[in-house]
């Protein structure tokens, strides 16, 4: 693991609404993660962990508060200090509580589509996304629709997607809410691997206890609070 930080949030805020309807979703939320580090953002629903996320992953501005990504002030505020869309692109790999993958495209199709975008030729677009999809595990699967695949393959693929260009961060929404125990855990030491081997800094947001080993750090959220998990660490 690396010593130098993927991501950092200093004193993140969100807040909608103003006077009587004025909503506090989000506060003073100071968070780091390093290169190759796994992390969990625990806690109920409602408690803020899904605003904490598109706030680092450049989706909805804070109210206040920075957004440090590899070193780089990115985000101040509602203020952005770089062109996101470019940004995005090219540093985060986002997986979803659905895989959400394009349903009338092939596996391989999934995660070649996202080089392509990017600039990258069909051959070595198809090239990477079938190394991806090797070791993944799901190599086998390459030419079938989403429809053809299990849940947890699905994720797989989902994973192999997020990684094709090779962004410093990846951010999981809910990623095991739809799968049982097993594959679940299956998809959890997915996100450990893709930290530990390609450097990765990883924050999954999760209500999901069954599989807490596989983190490096654990983070609980409660009503817009957010605070390192000593007691989960412990018992990890």
């Known amino acids: 693991m690396s010593d130098s930080l993927a991501i950092a949030t200093e004193n993140l805020s969100k807040i909608y609404g103003s006077g009587n309807t004025e ?60 062109s996101l869309r470019k940004f995005r692109r090219q540093e985060i790999g986002y997986v979803f509580q659905k895989s959400n993958l394009i349903p009338f495209l092939s596996a391989v199709e999934n995660v070649q589509i996202v080089m392509e975008i990017n600039g990258h030729g069909a051959s070595a677009g198809r090239r990477r996304a079938l190394e991806l999809l090797e070791e993944l595990g799901v190599r086998d699967r390459a030419d079938n629709l989403p429809s053809m695949l299990s849940g947890g393959q699905q994720q797989r693929v989902a994973v192999a997607r997020a990684l094709a260009n090779q962004p410093s961060i990846i951010l999981a929404d809910e990623p095991t809410a739809a799968l049982d125990s097993s594959r679940g855990r299956q998809v959890m030491n997915l996100f450990a691997q893709v930290a530990h081997e390609h450097g990765a800094g990883v924050i999954v947001v999760t209500h999901d206890q069954r599989a807490l080993d596989v983190f490096d750090t654990l983070y609980e959220m409660e009503d817009g609070l957010i605070k390192r998990s000593e007691h989960l660490e412990k018992a990890s």
């Open 23 to 82: 909503v506090i979703a989000m506060q003073d939320a100071t968070v780091s993660v390093r290169h190759g580090e796994v992390v969990a953002l625990l806690g109920p629903s409602g408690s803020g962990k899904s605003t904490f996320l598109t706030a680092v992953g450049l989706i909805n501005p804070p109210t206040s508060g920075r957004v440090i990504i590899n070193g780089e002030l990115v985000m101040e505020g509602p203020r952005a200090m770089t």
